[in-house]
C-alpha cells in the first residue's frame, strides 16, 4: 500500500455516518477498499441498504475529506457481496447500546429459518422482555420496539 493510500484510510477511519453521528463509516464497515488509480483514488464502499438516503451525504463527505490532503478521489458502490449488519464492529455495537439503539443480532444459519425470532434486548435497562411496534423506526434500517419492563421505546437495528 502506498502512502497516499494508507492517508486516505487515516483520514477516512473518523469519518461519521450522518444518519447515526455516533458510529464512523469504519464501524460499519461500509468503506471496503481504497486503490490508488494514477493520479486519482478509487474508494468502495458497500451502503448498509439499497435506498439508503445518506449514501450521496457519505460519497460527499468521503471525496470532501480527502480533498483536503490533495488526494483526487472517486467513490465506487460494490452490492457484492452485499453490506452485511455482521460488518459491524464489537465497538459499533457498544456505541449504539450507549446511544440507545439495540444493535442487530449476527446473522447465522438460523436467521434464515422458521425459527421463533431472537429477543431483542433493552438498551435502556437490558431486559428481554420487549415486543414490536412496527417494522420502521426512526429510519428504515431500524425496527421501532417497546420494552415491557421500563416502558420505553427504542429502536432496533435491522440484521440484514
Known amino acids: 500500500m502506498d502512502k497516499s493510500t494508507e492517508e486516505a484510510w487515516d483520514a477516512l ?5 450522518p444518519e447515526l453521528p455516533f458510529l464512523t463509516l ?3 464497515g461500509v468503506i471496503r477498499e481504497i486503490k490508488r488509480n494514477d493520479e486519482t483514488h478509487v474508494v468502495t464502499i458497500s451502503p448498509t441498504y439499497i435506498g439508503c438516503p445518506a449514501i450521496s451525504v457519505i460519497e460527499e463527505k468521503i471525496v470532501s475529506e480527502l480533498k483536503k490532503l490533495g488526494i483526487a478521489a472517486i467513490i ?10 455482521d460488518w459491524i464492529s464489537e465497538n459499533g455495537r457498544k456505541k ?3 446511544f440507545g439503539i439495540s444493535p442487530p443480532h449476527p446473522k447465522d444459519a438460523e436467521s434464515f429459518s422458521r425459527s ?3 429477543a431483542v434486548k433493552c438498551p435502556q435497562c437490558t431486559s428481554y422482555k420487549t415486543e414490536k411496534v412496527s417494522e420502521f423506526g426512526s429510519t428504515a434500517c431500524k425496527s421501532l420496539y ?5 416502558k420505553e421505546p427504542f429502536d432496533h437495528f435491522k440484521c440484514v
Open 96 to 98: 449504539m447500546e450507549e
Open 26 to 28: 469504519d464501524d460499519l
Open 13 to 17: 477511519k473518523d469519518l461519521t455516518d
Open 116 to 118: 421463533p425470532a431472537k
Open 146 to 150: 417497546r420494552c415491557l419492563d421500563c
Open 76 to 85: 465506487e458502490k460494490s452490492f457484492s457481496p452485499p453490506w452485511s449488519s
